[in-house]
Structures are given as C-alpha cells and as structure tokens.
C-alpha cells in the first residue's frame, strides 16, 4: 500500500519562504511521478507542480518563477521549495503519486492527507 505522507505547511507572511516535504513509501519511489496539488479556499484542487521520473518538472502559471520541486529517490522524498509566498497561495497541499512515469494532469493515484499553508498579507 503506498503512503504519503506531507510535512512543512504553516503560517507565513506574504513574501516569505517554506518547504514542503512528501515521504513515499509501498512502492518503488523512482518510477513514477510525482506531483503537488493544492485545493484552494472554494476552489476545485490544482495540480501546481510535478516532477517525472527523469526529473522533467512542470509548474502552474501562477508558480512559475517562486516555485521549485525536487525529489530525492534514494530518500523516497518529494520537496516543493515555495518563495515570495502569497496571500494566494494560501491552501491544503497534497502530495501526489502519478500513475506513469510523467504523469498529466488528472493520472495521479495517491495521495497525502494534506498540510495547510496559509500565507497572510
């Protein structure tokens, strides 16, 4: 059974920094990709950004630029570095496993129980 765990979410003023963590386990970490979503206050969840098992990464608009993902396979540990946060980007985050090994939008499988970030202006 694959598990996901989320940690690092919290309160920040706009313009700081945090770092989300994702531990995987119940399957080969390598293989797949892996991804963040966030489900914003009334909104549907967004898949903001990815990173596919040859390291390939796509980012959201709206993170472009202060986002940064990573993944550390001997570790089975998935990171979103957040800078110049914004009040915006306040939400639950889920880690997310993709399906195939550069999984789109709407292919991934499992998920993390969430952590809040909530950036204040």
């Known amino acids: 059974q694959v598990q996901l765990v989320e940690s690092g979410g919290g309160l920040v003023q706009a313009g700081e920094s945090l770092r989300l963590s994702c531990a995987a386990s119940?399957?080969?970490?390598?293989?797949?990709?892996m991804g963040w979503y966030r489900q914003r206050p009334g909104k549907e969840r967004e898949l903001v950004a990815a990173v596919h098992n040859d390291g390939d990464s796509y980012y959201d608009d709206s993170v472009k630029g202060r986002f940064s993902i990573s993944r550390d396979d001997a570790k089975n540990t998935m990171y979103l570095q957040m800078n110049s946060l914004k009040p915006e980007d306040t939400a639950v985050y889920y880690c997310?496993?993709?399906?195939?090994?550069?999984?789109?939008?709407?292919?991934?499988?499992?998920w993390g129980q969430g952590t809040q970030v909530t950036v204040s202006s």
């Open positions: 997310a496993r993709g399906s195939r090994p550069s999984s789109r939008e709407g292919e991934y499988d499992y």
């Open positions: 119940g399957s080969i970490f390598s293989v797949n990709a």
